[in-house]
C-alpha cells in the first residue's frame, strides 16, 4: 500500500511562493489595477501549477488566508473546497477583499460552486464596501457562467438588486454590475431578453453609471 504523501503546511507553502516572487512581475500589478502591498510577484500560470502539486485542503486554504499575502489568497481559489465553505467564512474572506483580482478569482474558481453563493449574492450587493459589493455582482456573473444546472429562475429574481446599485460610481462595482449582466443573459435567449429590458432603461437613465452599464451591456449582447 502506498503512503499518503504528507498534507503541506502553510510555512513550506508560503516559502514556495518565496521563491516564485519576481519583482519585475510585481511591479506590473499596478498596471493592471491590483493593489498588493504585501506581495511577493508570482505570474497566475505559477500560481495555478503550485496549486496542482498542493491539491485541496481546506484547512490548509484558512491558514494561506490568514497569511495575508496576495498570493496566498490567490491560492485559496484554487486550495479551498467549496462544499467546507461556510457563509461565516465567505464573509471573513470578504471583509478582507482589497482588490478585484483577489475577489473575482475566489468567485470564479471557488465561491460559485458554494451551495452558499446565491444567499452571499443577495447579502453582498447590498453591502457598501467597494469589494464586497463587487464581489456579490462577481459571484453573481460567476454563478451564472458555471452553474449549468440551476434554472434560470433562480437567477432572474436578482436582476432587481443590479438594478439598485446600477447608480454607484465606482469603477470596480460599476464594471462588475456589467459582468453580472452580460452572464446571465449568456444563459437564454429568455432571460437575455430580460437583461436587455433592464439594460435599456438603464441607458437611459440621466446618472453616468447606469448609462455607462446599460450601453456596455447592450453593446456586448446586441440590442
Known amino acids: 500500500m502506498t503512503a499518503r504523501a504528507a498534507r503541506p503546511d502553510v510555512k513550506t507553502v508560503v516559502a514556495s511562493l518565496r521563491k516564485l516572487g519576481s519583482a519585475s512581475v510585481r511591479a506590473s500589478y499596478a498596471r493592471y489595477g491590483i493593489v498588493a502591498p504585501k506581495s511577493f510577484g508570482i505570474a ?60 473575482d478569482t475566489l468567485c470564479f474558481h471557488l465561491f460559485d460552486r458554494s451551495p452558499h453563493a446565491l444567499a452571499m449574492v443577495r447579502k453582498w450587493t447590498r453591502r457598501d464596501e467597494e469589494f464586497v459589493r463587487r464581489a456579490g455582482l462577481a459571484l453573481l456573473a460567476c454563478v451564472a457562467l458555471h452553474d449549468k444546472e440551476s434554472s434560470d429562475g433562480k437567477l432572474t429574481p436578482l436582476l432587481p438588486l ?15 454590475a456589467s459582468w453580472a449582466l452580460r452572464s446571465m443573459a449568456r444563459r437564454s435567449a429568455a432571460l437575455k431578453a430580460k437583461v436587455a429590458a433592464l439594460a435599456k432603461r438603464l441607458a437611459a437613465e440621466k446618472g ?10 447592450l453593446c456586448q449582447i446586441g440590442r
Do not use: S
Open 162 to 176: 443590479v438594478e439598485r446599485v446600477a447608480g454607484d460610481e465606482r469603477n470596480f462595482v460599476k464594471k462588475a
Open 44 to 103: 497566475m500560470n505559477r500560481i495555478h501549477r503550485l496549486a496542482k502539486e498542493v491539491g485541496h485542503d481546506h484547512d490548509l486554504a484558512e491558514e494561506l488566508w490568514t497569511t495575508g499575502w496576495y498570493e496566498a489568497r490567490l491560492l485559496v481559489a484554487f486550495v479551498g473546497e467549496p462544499a467546507r465553505l461556510t457563509p461565516a467564512q465567505m464573509e471573513r474572506w470578504a471583509r478582507d477583499f482589497d482588490n478585484w483580482a483577489v475577489c
Open 208 to 217: 453616468a453609471a447606469p448609462r455607462w452599464i446599460g450601453k456596455d451591456v
